[in-house]
């Protein structure tokens, strides 16, 4: 009896929560918020223990935050990871500690894949590539040169890097479009205006006739940048964003902005499928990609009603 006792008790037992670490990079903009929203709501459907640590921007908070969850001993670690390099060492850490490691959003850059189960996040240089093919389309019968400026997001972050050069390799090859003006701002508001402020010193004839902002919150601070200029944009400035966030989506619908490349925040329900997948022992592909679109001025009224954040 004694013994059917102690295995039925741990049948009836109910399985002891995954318990999940995730090192968020910040809270920089609408995207991420909803990123965070997306992860914490999915955790709590899925009945995983989150346990969650807001890194402000900070890689070397990352970093602590991931060697409190060794020490911890979670069962799953997810970062977001606010830019590519340096993450050998403490993947090793985790991977030494037999903790298995999921990358979200951005990438890391690794020699060894193996530091890490899977990557679940957007295809940038896609969404650099929309936005090249929206501009070339929309230029096409327009005399060059035409003058790009181009608000970089987080110097060194997977988004800033291959949505430069998906945008680059589109619109490269057309002599007649130059990007004529390019620095980080960030990804936040404030820094966009900041920079938009300085592209926009430049003397009337070096003005750029086109923005390409790496997401919405840099675009939102350049229009301010524009208008206080005197500048009309959509009119004067053509703008490119990424990310579709309401706010945007509302812009895009006034023609203050002409396109909006969709990057998809919702990850979280991805995420806690693959913390499940890992604690049941099974394999997963190594690249896991939502889909995305890209919303222009015809269908921003329609959509900006359907946004999510
Ligand atoms: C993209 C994400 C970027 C967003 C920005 O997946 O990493 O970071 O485009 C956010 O809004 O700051």
Same mark, same amino acid.
């Given at each position: +009896? ?17 318990? +999940? %670490? ?13 990123? *965070? &929203? ?37 069962? #799953? ?5 606010? !830019? ?5 060492? *403490? ?5 030494? =500690? ?11 850059? !690794?020699?060894? *894949?193996?530091?890490?189960? *899977? ?12 936005? @090249? ?10 005399? @060059? ?7 970089? %997001? ?9 949505? @430069?050069?998906?945008?680059? &390799? ?12 390019? =620095? ?7 820094? @966009? ?16 006739? #086109? /923005? ?36 945007? /989506? ?6 203050? +902005?002409?396109?909006? !490349?969709?990057?998809?925040? +919702? ?12 604690? =049941? ?29």
């Amino acid at each position: +009896l004694k013994e059917w006792m102690s295995t039925a008790k741990s049948d009836d037992m109910p399985e002891q929560p995954i318990v +999940l %670490g995730f090192s968020q990079l910040g809270t920089e903009s609408a995207w991420r918020m909803a990123n *965070t &929203s997306s992860v914490r709501e999915a955790a709590k459907e899925s009945g995983i223990s989150l346990v969650f640590k807001n890194a402000e921007q900070s890689q070397e908070k990352q970093f602590e935050a991931v060697r409190e969850f060794i020490r911890m001993k979670v069962d #799953v670690i997810a970062i977001a990871p606010v !830019v590519e390099s340096g993450w050998e060492d *403490t993947l090793r850490e985790a991977k030494l =500690a037999g903790i298995p490691i999921v990358i979200l959003d951005r990438f890391v850059n !690794v020699e060894d *894949t193996s530091l890490f189960v *899977t990557t679940i996040g957007s295809d940038f240089h896609e969404e650099g590539v929309k936005a @090249g093919k929206y501009l070339l389309d929309k230029m096409r019968n327009r005399p @060059g040169p035409i003058r790009i400026a181009e608000l970089q %997001g987080t110097a060194g972050s997977t988004p800033s890097i291959r949505r @430069g050069e998906g945008f680059r &390799s589109m619109i490269g090859e057309n002599g007649d479009m130059i990007i004529t003006q390019s =620095a980080p701002a960030d990804f936040t508001e404030s820094k @966009g205006k900041e920079v938009m402020k300085e592209f926009l010193k430049a003397p009337a004839e070096k003005r750029p006739h #086109v /923005l390409f902002a790496h997401n919405d919150e840099m675009a939102i601070g350049a229009i301010e940048a524009i208008e206080e200029a005197g500048l009309t944009p959509g009119k004067d400035i053509a703008i490119l964003s990424v990310d579709g966030s309401r706010r945007a /989506l509302q812009l895009l619908a006034e023609g203050k +902005l002409d396109a909006v !490349v969709e990057c998809n925040p +919702l990850q979280g329900p991805l995420l806690m499928q693959a913390a499940k997948e890992i604690m =049941a022992g099974r394999t997963l592909p190594k690249r896991m990609v939502p889909p995305e679109d890209i919303f222009t001025q015809e269908r921003a009224a329609k959509e900006v009603g359907r946004r999510k954040f």
